[in-house]
């Protein structure tokens, strides 16, 4: 025993020597450059500059080549987006289900079938989700109203007032917003829900508008995408993204265990986000967008088929989650990892890294695959609240503390899945504890139907003094609560 304490412990030490040896090659071969040229005298010195034979016409030219360089380089070069400010909705407090009520609720609901009753209850025990989550209206009756109507107004209810509250937040006019995105995953009506907000706050007639649907809880960074690629081309703009799902019409009444488990896990939420690469806003602005990386593995059929809207065998609508969902998601992540790995982690990590990979796969040694150490990457990591499971297999695979994913924990705790929006809850909740710093790199990885990674990188402009408003504010000092061990899903028939 003392001798693997030993070994794991030089280990260690090696593996952290090398880490700095690696992360500051540069200084280190810097150091005795500068310490002969400081041993050496003026005459030195200047018997060595007269010795290069610089002429005037040389040095002018060389000057003039660094300027019209750094120019084509500054004029080339990606704009610089930043986050100003975001809001999250907050539900009023008659819009909560305590998990028992919850419970009596799908009694009252299903009296003809007390099996799938008892199914849902062991799965909201089960589920990570405190007595505070909240739902619609619609959902709230018995039976529960999924209708188009009912669905309008609860977009109307989440959409006007995180909108509202951003606009007031940032001082911003309705005039100065020259891009819309909204996503909504299950609920696309006509005219669209970007329409709606268009409608609501008389925003401007050439005002670049989209709306994006049936693209799951990881919805809200491909609006972000979609938003930087187009203030990409368009100087001095300000983009407004607004992330939700409404909850009314994805009630499912039937007794498909696959299907059920919806309902026990979503909740009510939405986010707005304000973007700009205006100079004037680099200062007020939260973050500064570093990397964004998308993964979809929408070609092999199990992962499409993963997350699913269908009928089942009664014709009765719904969305059904696979078995398979977690080992989907976890190769969904790796494919994510390649990819923003190499943008994000010191050069030690990365050439750890690519040593095991040609030991294992050149040199056919039984090695472990190396998992980068990303920690030394990001200082905060937001990942998806999309389950207890899910939250539990993405710590196991980064190899993350408990402290990592607590915003993930307690978001899922405190609000449940709302879905795309959740993540921001996550950074909220970062900020309501006063754990931002100036300099502090976040980590937003988000999963979706289809199947989908994507992963967002942010850089935090200053540091950031405990909000005064959000969803957190009446209940952030309950937190972090303790939540039992186990897993969300179970193997269902």
């Known amino acids: 025993m003392a001798c693997t304490l030993k070994m794991a412990s030089l280990k260690n030490s090696v593996k952290l020597g090398c880490q700095y040896l690696l992360n500051h090659i540069s200084t280190l071969i810097l150091i005795p450059i500068l310490v002969k040229i400081l041993r050496l005298g003026p005459d030195q010195i200047c018997e060595m500059w007269s010795s290069l034979h610089f002429s005037l016409f040389r040095i002018l030219g060389s000057l003039l080549m660094t300027i019209f360089i750094a120019a084509v380089y500054h004029m080339s070069k990606p704009l610089s987006v930043y986050l100003v400010d975001y809001a999250c909705f907050k539900p009023p407090a008659s819009y909560r289900v305590p998990n028992a009520t919850f419970v009596e609720h799908m ?19 089960r589920s990570g989700l405190g007595d505070e989550t909240c739902l619609a209206p619609a959902n709230l009756y018995i039976p529960p109203i999924p209708s188009l109507e009912a669905s309008r107004v609860e977009a109307e209810f989440i959409l006007f007032t995180v909108i509202d509250d951003l606009l007031k937040k940032t001082g911003t006019k309705n005039k100065d917003i020259d891009i819309l995105v909204v996503n909504c995953s299950i609920v696309s009506p006509t005219p669209s829900l970007s329409a709606m ?56 009444s039937g007794n498909d265990r696959s299907m059920v488990l919806i309902n026990c896990l979503f909740r009510i939420g939405g986010a707005a986000i304000l973007l700009s690469n205006k100079r004037a806003d680099r200062g007020r602005s939260k973050y500064r967008l570093l990397n964004l990386v998308r993964t979809h593995k929408g070609t ?24 398979n969902l977690m080992v989907i998601a976890g190769e969904t992540l790796k494919a994510n990892i390649t990819r923003i790995g190499p943008l994000v982690l010191p050069a030690s990590e990365q050439l750890l890294f690519v040593f095991t990979l040609i030991a294992r796969k050149i040199l056919k040694l039984k090695w472990k695959p190396y998992i980068p150490d990303f920690k030394q990457a990001f200082e905060h990591f937001c990942i998806h609240a999309g389950g207890r499971a899910v939250i539990d297999e993405m710590q ?98």
């Not at 009694?107 to 025990?125: A, G, T």
């Not at 609006?223 to 009314?248: F, P």
Request: charged residues 25%; proline residues 3%.
């Open 197 to 252: 907000v268009i409608n609501k706050f008389k925003l401007r007639t050439n005002i670049k508008s989209f709306n994006l649907s049936g693209m799951g809880c990881s919805a809200s960074l491909i609006s972000i995408d979609l938003a930087r690629h187009l203030l990409q081309v368009h100087r001095d703009s300000c983009a407004l993204v607004v992330s939700t799902e409404i909850t009314t019409p994805n009630y499912y």
């Open 396 to 493: 196991k695979k980064l190899k993350l503390s408990d402290e990592d994913v607590e915003a993930s924990r307690m978001t899922l705790h405190g609000f449940g899945n709302i879905s795309s929006s959740s993540i921001w809850y996550e950074l909220n909740y970062i900020e309501s504890k006063g754990r931002m710093k100036k300099g502090d790199r976040v980590w937003q990885i988000a999963f979706g139907s289809g199947f989908k990674c994507n992963s967002a990188v942010w850089k935090c402009n200053c540091t950031i003094t405990t909000p005064t408003d959000g969803p957190w504010l009446d209940c952030v000092d309950r937190y972090p609560v303790s939540i039992s061990i186990s897993q969300v899903l179970d193997n269902y028939p």
């Open 107 to 125: 009694r009252l609901s299903n009296k003809d079938n007390p099996e799938i009753v008892e199914f849902q209850r062991r799965m909201i025990q």
């Open 300 to 323: 092999d059929d199990e992962a499409y088929r993963c997350i699913h809207q269908q009928e089942d065998s009664q014709g009765i609508k719904g969305v059904s989650l696979s078995k």
